[in-house]
């Protein structure tokens, strides 16, 4: 993981529904390498050139064929969620515009693109944006912790810094469905909700590590 890279990609990152063009080839390739890095057992990351057929709803996203397919093994929805934003963060870096969407697409051909035995967890378009998203609503870390600003403010800078890193981190519909518990050792997503609130806590988990690793703290990452 390349910390300092990534935080600056948990920053800028934003979701894209309209594209100018689609990624390089250079690009794609070196996307390729991170989605086959990525990719096991339990998750696997494909990327495509739809333009026979790109189940990413054109209506909504507009301008790239370009897409990667997220699947998962059925008990993998934590895991699913981690190692796809650690792509949607490459993608960042690397000036590729994304989208996690999931009731937006065609499911059913997004699943026919997976190897057996993988369920469809997401998609998300691929291309160089050409859109201005609006600015992120989020919850006060009080509400999200049930912290004081006191007791905030009295935590060690990475732990600190490991919320501040999640509290920003994408879900779905923007419900941002976790609390987060800090200890002395870590700082783990809980879950709070159903539908899609693991794999959203598995995003959320990986912008914990991040924000800790930047201050200096390796942390495992928990999701209850």
């Known amino acids: 993981m390349d910390e300092g890279r990534w935080a600056k990609a948990v920053l800028s990152r934003r979701s894209h529904r309209a594209f100018a063009s689609e990624p390089s080839p250079e690009t794609l390739s070196a996307?390729?390498?991170?989605?086959?890095?990525?990719?096991?057992?339990?998750?696997?990351?494909?990327?495509?050139?739809?333009?026979?057929?790109?189940p990413v709803s054109a209506g909504i996203r507009k301008g790239t064929n370009c897409f990667a397919v997220i699947g998962r093994r059925s008990d993998a929805a934590a895991v699913a969620g981690y190692a796809g934003e650690a792509f949607i963060l490459e993608c960042e870096a690397q000036g590729v515009g994304t989208c996690w969407a999931w009731a937006s697409c065609d499911r059913s051909a997004a699943q026919k693109l997976l190897k057996s035995g993988y369920k469809l967890d997401c998609v998300t378009p691929l291309g160089i944006p050409n859109d201005a998203p609006p600015e992120r609503r989020l919850k006060p870390l009080t509400q999200l912790t049930g912290l004081s600003e006191s007791e905030i403010a009295a935590?060690?800078?990475?732990?600190?810094?490991?919320?501040?890193?999640?509290?920003?981190?994408?879900?779905?519909?923007?419900?941002q469905p976790w609390r987060f518990v800090v200890?002395?050792?870590?700082?783990?997503?809980?879950?709070?909700?159903?539908?899609?609130?693991l794999h959203d806590c598995g995003i959320a988990a990986l912008h914990l590590e991040i924000g800790a690793r930047v201050m200096g703290k390796v942390i495992k990452p928990i999701v209850l």
């Open 155 to 175: 935590l060690f800078p990475w732990q600190k810094s490991a919320l501040e890193y999640a509290q920003i981190a994408p879900s779905a519909m923007n419900k």
């Open 31 to 54: 996307l390729e390498k991170t989605a086959k890095a990525l990719s096991g057992n339990e998750i696997t990351i494909e990327i495509f050139d739809g333009s026979g057929g790109n």
């Open 183 to 197: 200890s002395e050792e870590g700082v783990a997503a809980k879950r709070q909700g159903l539908m899609f609130a």
